[in-house]
């Protein structure tokens, strides 16, 4: 009789013991790590403080932890602008920033739904040969003028509006190697893209160019960001992935984080 008193007991037991095994187990499911994916993105080398030669900048700061934040692991693959837009546009990498829309990309690129950040197209001038000025329309330049832009960067329309006024573009690698055209009187001028984090002369300085060159004129503003492959297999996965990141380090403060490593002194203001 003992021994069936025992038994029952267990029998009552056993379910109960059956429903803390089955909830440990979709515990411990919940809890595993997540699995990350690994991808390769290009990024410009010559656009610092946002993309710098060395792999680091605000820009690819804040393009790594949006994907971090969807468990992809970011590669950056650190190349000129020219090729960096080239790949992504014939379907060669998934993606490459700092671009900014043209109509052009229309059914080949697709762009994230938020700007990284906005920048100035500014014109130097060289100070022992000044650029006629137009106080009623700042942006304008004699035809034949020669300036200095960088090879596949993506202007505001009010500087791409000279070429058909009849000014001639000449493409360089960076803006750096313009200012120093420029300084050489290579050039009449130069386009340059400054920001408002810096100085107007920050690139003039680190071109050696400060005495010789300076701040002539505003030919409008970029919006920069990163622009997605429509021709690669993983573009509009990759796309989706990036603006909800991007939307989670915006709430969670990352993006006010990585501003403040960059820009200590700057209020975070969005583009």
């Keep these: 009789m003992h021994q069936l008193k025992t038994n029952h007991r267990m029998w009552q037991f056993?379910?109960?013991?059956?429903?803390?095994?089955?909830?440990?187990?979709?515990?411990?499911?919940?809890?595993?790590?997540?699995v990350h994916e690994t991808m390769t993105i290009m990024v410009e080398d010559a656009a610092a403080p946002w993309s710098k030669r060395d792999g680091t900048g605000y820009a690819n700061d804040v393009v790594?932890?949006?994907?971090?934040?969807?468990?992809?692991?970011?590669?950056?693959?650190?190349?000129?602008?020219?090729?960096?837009?080239?790949?992504?546009?014939?379907?060669?990498?998934?993606?490459c920033f700092n671009m900014s829309w043209l109509p052009e990309f229309e059914g080949r690129i697709k762009m994230a739904s938020q700007p990284i950040y906005t920048v100035n197209n500014d014109m130097f001038e060289s100070i022992n040969a000044p650029l006629p000025k137009s106080p009623k329309s700042p942006c304008t330049l004699p035809p034949g003028t020669v300036v200095g832009t960088v090879r596949g960067y993506e202007y505001s329309p009010q500087a791409t509006a000279l070429q058909s006024a009849g000014v001639v573009f000449e493409n360089a690698d960076s803006?750096?190697?313009?200012?120093?055209?420029?300084?050489?009187?290579?050039?009449?001028?130069?386009?340059?893209?400054?920001?408002?984090?810096?100085?107007?002369?920050?690139?003039?300085?680190?071109?050696?160019?400060?005495?010789?060159?300076?701040?002539?004129?505003?030919?409008?503003?970029?919006?920069?960001?990163i622009g997605f492959s429509l021709t690669h297999p993983d573009g509009l996965r990759a796309l989706k992935m990036y603006d909800e990141g991007y939307r989670r380090i915006e709430a969670n403060g990352v993006l006010k984080q990585i501003h403040m490593h960059w820009f200590p002194s700057q209020p975070v203001v969005r583009p």
């Design 175 to 225: 803006d750096v190697q313009n200012l120093r055209k420029l300084a050489a009187r290579r050039l009449s001028a130069a386009l340059i893209v400054t920001n408002d984090l810096e100085a107007k002369e920050q690139k003039a300085r680190q071109a050696g160019t400060e005495d010789v060159v300076r701040f002539a004129f505003n030919c409008g503003l970029s919006a920069a960001t």
């Design 64 to 95: 790594v932890a949006a994907f971090k934040e969807m468990a992809v692991d970011v590669q950056l693959k650190v190349v000129p602008y020219a090729r960096c837009k080239y790949m992504v546009l014939n379907g060669t990498s998934v993606a």
């Design 14 to 34: 056993e379910p109960i013991l059956l429903m803390c095994t089955l909830y440990l187990l979709a515990t411990s499911v919940v809890a595993a790590p997540q």
